[in-house]
């Protein structure tokens, strides 16, 4: 799915690229981050407007904004976080219209602004009682047994609900598609992606907004901004967010059927998790305090939790990339678009922002070469001696020594396993010891495991500054 440019400001950003927290494995804690205070910290150089679907989701971003240990950084980051009154589809898009104006006409525009949002049956093939009455009234002789035990379902795109039909039933193909064309279809994502951006807010007589939560500030025409496709980023996740906090514990490709089928997999992981803003008192977690190492009802973070909170984001960000590089193939080869696919997430492109990975992360593919900050990298696995080579041509102007005992440069690699776990680093053995390339020249390492994975992670660490080669 393409990304669509931000609504930046004229004037001179803030250099966020430097990191306040380093890592071991991914994160850890700068010794005087916590005694800082506000005069150290400038003005907000950067807005950024989130609008929620739900609670679930405003819990999330809002623990990551008081994290311990990005709370000062983001200090210099003005995110709002909000949920309309209105959190379908139509009206977040609408609700990020009205605030952009307001902003704009205040002289105080967003240089950000993103809906998250889920898609549990926003644009699925209804198997309902009104679809089951148009298909009894048209075929009254039809065996309709399996559909009444699968009233409630919802199907992504046609070919699963074809694929589901013609699994019981036991008639010609035409007859089979004329069901389909009586079946109830909701289109919301697709009036969201269609090239005319008034789709969802315009019908044949003109401005329609439908049933709208406000009554005293009814949406109008005047209102409508056709612009709004350039300025608004989605975190999708499919079917619902717990897709997403799944992947903080391990790598999930279940194309859940419902909402509730995502919930219960997540409870394996957090048997305490609530939807909503979960109740500490009761142990009951909302999606931010699963992600800590136990339960706890105190107050403030302690900085063991946010660490251990911020890794789980790291994993969660990369198990999520690799999903949407297998979806996005399967999307290429069946020509479907990412609604109706599942499952799907772009939750990753949020979140790394919010963290400072935005750019970290990778995609490469063994056997293909690939550019990377002065680095052309070739990557080659042999899954019969569990053998990954590494082969690294040095396009810099500058020379680099690489795994020196300083380790400014470091190269290691971690394994994403079955269950989706991160393993610890090891580090790529050269011939000789540390490896130095001048420019334009080239070496070899290799990396020696136990047993083989799919997929694996080339940490690159160079001057301070880590980064990511997700290969698969």
């Given at each position: 799915m393409s990304r669509r440019k931000s609504n930046r400001r004229k004037r001179k950003q803030r250099n966020l690229s430097e990191p306040l927290i380093e890592s071991s494995i991914f994160f850890q804690v700068e010794?005087?981050?916590l005694e800082r205070t506000t005069r150290d910290v400038p003005l907000p150089s950067r807005r950024v407007l989130i609008l929620c679907e739900g609670e679930t989701e405003v819990s999330y971003f809002e623990g990551i904004k008081t994290n311990p240990l990005l709370r000062v950084k983001l200090q210099a980051v003005d995110i709002q976080i909000l949920r309309p009154n209105d959190n379908s589809l139509k009206g977040l898009v609408w609700k990020a219209m009205q605030l952009k104006k307001q902003a704009d006409n205040e002289d105080n525009s967003y240089d950000e602004?993103?809906?998250?949002?889920?898609?549990?049956?926003?644009?699925?093939?209804?198997?309902?009682?009104?679809?089951?009455?148009?298909?009894?009234?048209?075929?009254?002789?039809?065996?309709?047994?399996q559909i009444q035990l699968n009233l409630g379902k919802a199907f992504l795109c046609e070919g699963d609900y074809l694929e589901f039909l013609s699994s019981f039933l036991d008639i010609e193909p035409k007859q089979i598609e004329e069901i389909i064309s009586l079946t109830e279809k909701a289109r919301h994502w697709e009036s969201f992606c269609a090239e005319d951006p008034g789709e969802m807010f315009f019908k044949e007589g003109g401005f329609d907004?439908?049933?709208?939560w406000d009554q005293k500030n009814r949406p109008k025409e005047d209102d409508f901004d056709p612009s709004w496709k350039n300025y608004i980023d989605l975190a999708y996740a499919c079917r619902s967010i717990e897709l997403w906090l799944i992947q903080h514990f391990g790598y999930c490709d279940i194309p859940f059927s419902t909402s509730d089928d995502a919930i219960n997999h997540l409870h394996i992981f957090a048997p305490n998790y609530e939807k909503g803003s979960g109740n500490r008192k009761e142990n009951r977690l909302n999606a931010y305090d699963i992600l800590k190492p136990s339960i706890s009802n105190k107050k403030f973070e302690t900085v063991e939790e946010a660490e251990t909170v911020l890794n789980r984001i790291q994993i969660a960000?990369?198990?999520?990339?690799?999903?949407?590089?297998?979806?996005?193939?399967?999307?290429?080869?069946?020509?479907?678009?990412?609604?109706?696919?599942?499952?799907f997430t772009t939750v990753q492109l949020l979140a790394a922002k919010l963290i400072d990975k935005e750019d970290h992360i990778t995609w490469a593919k063994f056997g293909n070469s690939v550019s990377w900050n002065g680095l052309r990298i070739l990557v080659e696995h042999d899954s019969g001696d569990n053998k990954v080579e590494f082969h690294i041509v040095n396009e810099k102007r500058s020379s680099l020594?690489?795994?020196?005992?300083?380790?400014?440069?470091?190269?290691?690699?971690?394994?994403?396993?079955?269950?989706g776990k991160i393993s610890i680093i090891s580090p790529i053995s050269f011939e000789g010891g540390p490896?130095?390339?001048?420019?334009?020249?080239?070496?070899?390492?290799?990396?020696?495991?136990?047993?083989?994975?799919?997929?694996?992670?080339?940490?690159?660490?160079?001057s301070g500054e880590d980064d990511f080669l997700l290969i698969h």
């Open positions: 010794e005087d981050i602004i993103w809906i998250s949002v889920d898609n549990d049956d926003r644009n699925s093939y209804l198997l309902n009682q009104r679809s089951l009455k148009r298909i009894q009234s048209k075929f009254p002789d039809i065996d309709v047994d907004y439908g049933v709208s960000i990369q198990n999520s990339y690799l999903l949407a590089q297998v979806k996005e193939i399967e999307m290429a080869e069946r020509g479907l678009q990412f609604f109706e696919i599942n499952p020594l690489i795994n020196s005992q300083n380790f400014q440069s470091y190269f290691g690699v971690q394994q994403i396993t079955d269950e490896l130095l390339l001048r420019q334009g020249e080239e070496g070899a390492g290799t990396v020696w495991f136990r047993s083989s994975y799919d997929t694996f992670l080339l940490k690159i660490q160079i």
